[in-house]
């Protein structure tokens, strides 16, 4: 007797869909697993390194070196605080500061509690608090990119305690950005939560490649970057903070552009003149018109991630911004400053 299935168009169709949905499930199942197993992995050999410190029932990681003014170092959107100590900066800056860098909420060991919009103004608010527990009264703040957003928002929450500010390759008006709903659709209700625990990770990963090298272009990664363990930046947590983050960024910047000429702290601001990923001219050039007592520092043939790429001048326009800012800045010490931490940074 014949199949009817054969006979019946229909019935084909319906059994092709069943396969496919079938296959697709499958596949799914499959990155979901491999996701866990690549990120429960990433963890055991790359445990906080830092220490806690608790606001309201929230956990914020932070890494703290040497002594001297505070100095709070802010990362940017999709890295971690660790990714001051892979480049050395933050071991460079301890020398001279108390530094403190925090993993944002959401990034690296920090929590981000659902049902709170982590807008620049949120963030600082909750690093002020933080700051407190920590026993820093008064801070010199330096942010990169998104970071950059943060810091501004601490300055004009409480510039009393802001002393002055170091923003790096920082996006600081609104404007189209054409990366933005590709980047931001992990962080969607519900099928943002299927990507983030499935395909974005794994096309996270394949892409790496392609992503260093954009943000750090027209330089070659160096091998400070190149040590960066990518999933760590690619677990399912991190996946949500840094696409929440892309989807924040231009109603963050329109939130606080019509504040900015009311700081009167100093500002200095860095960028590279060839960053394919924040246009200096549009951004940085345009904020130093803005505000009263800023420096501008474009950096020649230099890209997006000028924590690797510019220690030395960052270290200079830090010691220079705490000099314009009034405070007593120690001399710098030769050779590593103390590590203050659960566990000794792990490479």
């Not at 260093?212 to 991190?238: D, H, I, T, Y």
């Not at 000429?261 to 394919?276: F, H, K, S, W």
Request: proline share 9%; aromatic share 6%.
């Amino acid at each position: 007797m014949p199949d009817l299935d054969i006979l019946n168009p229909a019935a084909q169709r319906g059994k092709r869909w069943r396969n496919a949905g079938l296959l697709s499930a499958a596949t799914l199942a499959a990155a979901y697993l491999l996701v866990r197993v690549q990120s429960a992995r990433t963890e055991r050999a790359h445990p906080p390194a830092g220490s806690f410190v608790e606001v309201d029932g929230l956990r914020l990681h932070y890494l703290e070196q040497g002594e001297g003014p505070v100095l709070v170092l802010l990362h940017g959107n999709m890295v971690m605080a660790d990714d001051f100590r892979r480049s050395g900066l933050l071991e460079r800056l301890a020398r001279t500061y108390r530094v403190i860098a925090f993993d944002r909420p959401g990034f690296g060991y920090s929590d981000r509690p659902r049902g709170v919009s982590w807008t620049p103004d949120a963030q600082a608010t909750l690093l002020h608090q933080a700051l407190g527990e920590l026993g820093a009264a008064e801070y010199l703040v330096l942010g990169h990119s998104w970071g950059t957003l943060v810091a501004l928002a601490m300055a004009l929450q409480q510039p009393e305690r802001v002393r002055g500010l170091v923003l790096l390759s920082g996006y600081y008006y609104p404007g189209p950005r054409l990366d933005v709903p590709v980047a931001a659709m992990p962080a969607l209700p519900l099928v943002g939560g299927l990507m983030r625990n499935t395909v974005s990770p794994l096309l996270g990963r394949l892409m790496w490649p392609l992503t260093a090298k954009g943000m750090f272009s027209p330089c070659a990664v160096p091998n400070s970057f190149r040590r960066e363990p990518p999933w760590m930046l690619l677990r399912p947590s991190q996946v949500r903070a840094t696409a929440a983050e892309a989807a924040l960024m231009i109603p963050g910047a329109a939130v606080l552009e019509g504040r900015y000429g009311e700081l009167r702290m100093p500002v200095t601001i860095m960028a590279g003149e060839n960053d394919r990923v924040m246009d200096p001219h549009g951004h940085s050039e345009r904020l130093h018109k803005t505000l009263p007592d800023s420096e501008l520092v474009l950096l020649p043939e230099m890209g997006h991630m000028l924590p690797h790429l510019a220690q030395e001048e960052i270290v200079d326009a830090v010691d220079q911004l705490a000099e314009r800012a009034g405070l007593s800045v120690p001399a710098r010490l030769d050779g590593a400053a103390p590590y203050h931490g659960d566990a000794a940074p792990a490479m």
